[in-house]
Every structure is written in structure tokens, then in C-alpha cells.
């Protein structure tokens, strides 16, 4: 009977293998006062490779829904026009990855950045399934 309710427990909770199958959606609000733009680093099921999506922009004062996906782990980076402000500050970096100057989607390769990039360091989190909202303030 112990271990019928222990299996019971575990499975209203869910595993993470079940968790990580959720959607999730994920949203950037821009308190700022003026444009920001976004990079974003996860891995799609599809590919299984680290991929990269640069640059989403989020009107000034606006939120905006970036991606929708299954994942357990993904990576963002974002600026003020003028790259005069960026979120993580540097305290808050995990990772760093290569960047290119125009929007673009493309898988990750390690090394150097190519000519025209730049590094920059990204924080990582784990969103809840749903929607999940990143507040960028200055």
C-alpha cells in the first residue's frame, strides 16, 4: 500500500521527463524607454543541436511573446538600441556566445566568433511549462 501511494505521489507531480515535453512560451517586457533586441540559445527536440535566434525586438514599453518551444533549458541575451545597456549584467552571465549583427537562426559551433560577431554572455534559465515572462528594466 506504501508503494502504491508513493507511485501515486510521484506521478500527480509529474517526472521531469514529462515536464520537459511541455510548452512553454516565452515573452520579453521592455520597461525601458527604448527598443530592445533579443538572442535567445536552446536546443529544439527536432534538431537536438544548440541553436541560436538573433535579434527579436520588443517596442519600448511592449511586450512581446519571442518563442514557443519544448525545452528544458534555454539561454537569452538582450540590448538597448544603441547597445547602450544589455541584461545579463555581467554577474548574471552563464554563458557566452557568438553573435552576428543581423537577424538570423542557425546552430551553435564552438570556437571562435566569425568575422562580424561579437561574444556576448548569456543568461541561462529553466522556464516553468506555460507562459514565461523575462521583465527587462535599466
Sequence with gaps: MVALVAFAAVM???TPALAQQQQTE???CNKT???IFTAL?????TTK?????????IPAGG????ARWNTALFYY???KEGRTYHWPGKSGVDKTFCVPSRAITREIV???CASGERSVGFKGTVPNAGKYTINLTS
Excluded: D, N
Aim: with cysteine; aromatic share 12%; hydrophobic share 35%.
Design 12 to 14: 500527480s507531480v509529474g
Design 77 to 79: 541575451y538582450a540590448e
Design 49 to 57: 543541436k544548440w541553436t541560436l535566434t538573433a535579434w527579436q525586438t
Design 26 to 28: 516565452i515573452v520579453f
Design 41 to 45: 540559445a536552446h536546443v529544439p527536440q
Design 110 to 112: 564552438g570556437g571562435t
Design 63 to 66: 511586450c512581446k511573446s519571442v
Design 33 to 35: 524607454g527604448s527598443k
